[in-house]
């Protein structure tokens, strides 16, 4: 009795652990009693102790595909796939024949997945086994920054004996199923395309660190790895701005958080934020900010709609980082792959690290890998110029505006360069005359063929990297050879008629260099192959057949061969010489006999089927015989697929191959980029930028100044529908621009503009406008926009000095180009001023060539003249542009123009209008020409913008009456105070 409740407790405690790790709920004994686990469901419990809690489980089961549980409420809710309610778990599926199409679905919306397939039905019976569960193991798991772009999920189509036309079913069920179409696509977040690096960031508490309640203290090691263009960069931060400048610079799609703790993560289960704890919460807080995270699958979905992944990789005692990475990626079949990247960077142990810092990350240049001179951005301008992502998405980015790239990889290395333009006028100008030379007709059309031949060919960069991890597909492989046979002689053509630009020259001669020739002539056999499977590889006419496939292509044709034997007998029985075999609903073999013949067909003959006119036979031979042919087949493949793993490999080896291949794909991205430059500096208006050089010391060049004639923002003259006005200026290096004018008058626009203009001429491209100059700068930093960070702890007052800071400590000023927008206003008139008009000098002692934006129009005082221009007359309001008379020749005062309207439509221009008509009268209205003008702004128009808004008459004009009383007191104080001044 007590051995017998001891097995029911047992049994019970199962079942509760069961459904805990399966379900993600707890159950009394009460709710279970009477439920045991059957052998697959046991299996099941298995398979999900063996994959990290955050992955969805698949498992195959005959001609459907099964998830379970958590699992199965995750795939219901985001595809609309049926949970059906059942004892102990409840369960979800979908066939096979469609599981590569679910997998790619729950990828690309964060999901980790596992798939756990089934042995094949035709070996199991050639083994004898003809009863038991079948066995299963996890083949496959796959995560974002895992499945490469374009990979085929390797998945057994012999698998339980299953083929896709003995499935009628499929067809139906995907039609039913298509109104979830919908939900899947808005999930799945596909803006970013398949240009993606794909980045996983590992961040782990630096080795060197010990945790203290010093903030200084807590160092992180950031390092990214993408598997789509084997990089691998590495990071040491120690402030939070630094990891901002990080995840804007680099297309994060999963975040791995590296940590010592050996507890099951099982155990863990529901808890979402568990994962974060291993770094300091300053951290976590930015990477929640500016990332769409989630912690894995939810039975309440609080992970839709968020893409990015956040897991735990485990770093025991002892182990480097690199040690704790590879086993963490080991489930994910990309561990080998990880240590050669890893074996290529030691030697460039100085080269491997990113410097940053207050500058900003500093990438690399797409071909050679060194470090070239480039001008920083830090990830506050990345986000104020709006360069990857704006606040409709990416479509408004400057970044999408450039790309123009017909292959991926070009679209990757220009997002590079847009991250990391140059900073040296030599190489802008190797660039220049590329772009000019395909402008002006040279060979172009030869260009865009030969970018599109490699546009065709889809992903070739992925195709490198699949090889790199042994999954690239024979097809792929003869497709990337034929490229370069493509590139080869196209280069060669275009050489050998024209001269091109020394940079475009040097791209082409490394296409067709005699190592290049001999790389084609070496593979031209394996070019003109016609061939898809590693079978067809290994077996093809002309080629030496492995030893290690012999007997199994021995079987394979012995069984060919016996039911070709059995198909004579078959005739000879039947007295029927026209009989065939035919494959009826995915079944093979089949002998189809007409139902007046079937009373000569032997009674050891299996019928399949009957029709009114025909009886359908399978013989015993024929039956014994297919399963060994099948056997074979599946061997055979298996077989053939570890060669090709092999070979593979051996082609990836350190002077192998695959090194031509990538250089030659690395050169083609690079004159994709400029072939897209090329396109965007075509249109209309677009003009070269003269450059010129920033000398070392205070002094400059007469000329060294940014001088833009009839300039239009990039972006907005093409999203907006009359176009941007365009608009003049000129600032000398070192100099200021204190830049006032109305709200809403185009300020922050201006200074956008000129700071696209910047990105854009270094790097390479045209910029609109009528005429431009531009010197070259090492830096770009921006304080632009208002936001708290709640979360955080944050003010809009301390962001906006942790942001100044950041700038004031920045190398190099001297070399920079600064915007200010607005510093100071998050927090009293007094201190707000204090610190904008600090900040303003600092700069320009270090000169730095600012444009400096401010209601503040005190700051404008010491650059302007004391007495009023003698035609501009006063108003009630007692408001006046005032003109520069400067104290300090480098610091300029503007103003955004505007123009004041009457009611009766009679309008006129800044202060003349305030001849005929009151500033605080209702009956005019301002009308903004976004055009910098010189002088000081009489004011800021505030209570205009609110009447623009829609707030109410009698708050307007309430408004009106205070502004004007307080202008008044204001104007009399400082009146009085300078009096008294002049009295002592």
Request: include cysteine.
């Amino acid at each position: 009795m007590n051995n017998k409740r001891a097995r029911v407790e047992d049994s019970q405690n199962s079942v509760i652990h069961a459904i805990w790790l399966v379900c993600g709920r707890k159950v009394s004994r009460d709710e279970c009693e009477g439920v045991s686990l059957t052998p697959l469901e046991k299996q099941v419990v298995s398979l999900r102790e063996s994959i990290p809690s955050n992955a969805l489980l698949l498992v195959a089961c005959g001609y459907r595909v099964k998830l379970y549980g958590r699992d199965s409420h995750v795939v219901s809710r985001r595809s609309g796939i049926m949970c059906i309610r059942s004892q102990p778990f409840e369960y979800s599926s979908v066939p096979y024949v469609r599981v590569e199409l679910y997998i790619r679905r729950l990828v690309a919306m964060g999901y980790h997945v596992a798939f756990a397939d089934q042995e094949s039905a035709a070996v199991r019976a050639v083994e004898g086994i003809k009863c038991g569960i079948f066995r299963r193991t996890v083949s496959h798991l796959y995560s974002r920054g895992t499945l490469l772009p374009g990979e085929q999920i390797l998945i057994q189509s012999t698998s339980g004996g299953i083929d896709e036309a003995a499935m009628p079913e499929v067809a139906d069920e995907e039609a039913n199923s298509a109104s979830a179409k919908g939900s899947w696509e808005d999930d799945v977040n596909v803006e970013k395309g398949d240009s993606s690096e794909l980045f996983m960031c590992f961040i782990g508490l630096s080795t060197t660190t010990t945790l203290t309640s010093s903030v200084e203290a807590e160092t992180l090691q950031v390092l990214l790895v993408s598997f789509v263009t084997r990089s691998r960069k590495l990071f040491s931060i120690s402030s939070t701005s630094s990891l901002e400048d990080i995840v804007m610079q680099f297309d994060i799609v999963e975040v791995i958080i590296v940590g010592r703790s050996n507890k099951n993560e099982h155990d863990n289960l529901g808890k979402i934020t568990t994962q974060m704890q291993g770094i300091p919460e300053k951290y976590a807080r930015v990477l929640q900010n500016a990332l769409p995270l989630h912690y894995g699958p939810t039975l309440v979905g609080e992970e839709d709609g968020k893409c990015v992944s956040v897991s735990v990789c485990v770093q025991k005692e002892g182990d480097s980082l690199d040690s704790a990475i590879a086993a963490y990626l080991k489930p994910y079949k990309l561990d080998k792959m990880y240590q050669g990247m890893c074996v290529e960077c030691a030697p460039k142990l100085g080269k491997n690290e990113f410097s940053i810092g207050g500058a900003g990350v500093v990438p690399r240049d797409g071909i050679s890998g060194d470090t070239k001179s480039v001008l920083r951005l830090p990830g506050s301008t990345l986000r104020a110029l709006e360069i990857f992502q704006s606040s409709i998405g990416p479509k408004g980015s400057l970044l999408s505006l450039l790309d123009h790239c017909l292959t991926l990889q070009g679209s990757r290395t220009l997002r590079l360069w847009l991250a990391a333009p140059l900073a040296s006028r030599a190489e802008i100008m190797e660039r220049q005359s590329v772009v000019a030379y395909l402008l002006g007709g040279g060979e172009m059309g030869a260009v865009r063929d030969l970018l599109r031949e490699c546009g065709r060919l889809g992903d070739v960069e992925a195709i490198v990297a699949k090889i790199y991890s042994q999954r690239c597909s024979v097809l792929e492989y003869v497709k990337i050879l034929r490229m370069s046979r493509t590139l080869f002689a196209t280069a060669s053509d275009i050489l050998s008629k024209c001269t091109p630009p020394t940079l475009l020259e040097s791209y082409l001669r490394s296409l067709s260099t005699p190592a290049v020739k001999n790389f084609v002539y070496e593979h031209e056999a394996e070019m003109d192959l016609s061939v898809i499977t590693p079978v067809q590889l290994f077996t093809g006419k002309g080629v030496t057949i492995p030893t290690l496939l012999e007997k199994h292509l021995e079987a394979f044709n012995c069984a060919q061969e016996a039911l070709t034997t059995e198909l004579e007998r078959v005739r000879q029985v039947l007295k029927f010489p026209g009989v065939e075999y035919r494959t009826i609903a995915g079944t093979p073999f089949v002998i189809d006999v007409p139902s007046a013949k079937s009373s000569h067909v032997p009674k050891d003959w299996i019928v399949l089927t009957r029709t009114k006119s025909n009886v359908r036979y399978h013989t015993p031979t024929i039956v014994q015989e297919n399963i060994a042919l099948c056997a074979a087949k599946d061997r055979l493949a298996a077989t053939a697929t570890t060669l090709w793993q092999q070979r593979q490999e051996e082609l990836c080896k350190p002077g192998g191959d695959i090194e031509m291949l990538v250089e030659m794909i690395k050169i083609v991205a690079a004159i994709d980029a400029l072939y897209s430059l090329s396109l965007v500096s075509s249109a209309n208006g677009y003009i070269p930028p003269q450059l010129v050089e920033i000398m070392e010391g205070e002094k400059q060049p007469e000329g060294t100044a940014i001088s833009i004639d009839a300039g239009r923002h990039p972006i907005l003259d093409q999203s907006l529908p009359n176009g941007y006005v365009s608009c003049e200026m000129r600032l000398c290096v070192g100099g200021t621009w204190l830049l006032t004018g109305p709200n809403m008058g185009g300020k922050s626009a201006f200074m956008r503009m000129v700071g696209c203009f910047v990105v854009m001429a270094q790097l390479g491209s045209y910029v609109p406008a009528a005429g431009a100059t531009l010197p070259v700068f090492t830096g770009l930093y921006c304080r632009m926009g208002s936001s708290d960070a709640i979360l955080e702890g944050n003010s809009t007052f301390f962001t906006e000095m942790e942001d100044t800071s950041r700038i004031l400590r920045a190398p190099e000023l001297s070399r920079s180009l600064v915007f200010i927008d607005e510093l100071g206003r998050g927090t009293s008139s007094f201190d707000g001023l204090s610190v904008a008009a600090a900040t303003l000098d600092y700069l320009v002692s270090m000169h730095a060539t600012c444009i400096f934006v401010t209601h503040y129009h005190l700051l404008c005082d010491p650059f302007v003249s004391g007495s009023l221009e003698s035609n501009i007359s006063t108003s009630t309001g007692g408001s006046q542009v005032r003109h520069s008379v400067n104290s300090n020749p480098l610091v300029e005062c503007h103003y955004m123009g505007f123009q004041m309207e009457n009611e009766d439509s009679v309008s006129s221009n800044g202060a003349d209008a305030r001849k005929s008509t009151s500033l605080g009268s209702d009956s005019q209205r301002v009308i903004f020409t976004y055009k910098p003008c010189p002088g000081v702004t009489p004011s800021s128009f505030g209570v205009d913008v609110a009447k623009m808004a829609g707030l109410p008459a009698h708050v307007i004009k309430e408004a009106r009456i205070i502004s004007l009383k307080e202008e008044e007191t204001q104007s009399f104080r400082t009146s009085l105070h300078l009096l008294r001044q002049l009295m002592e």
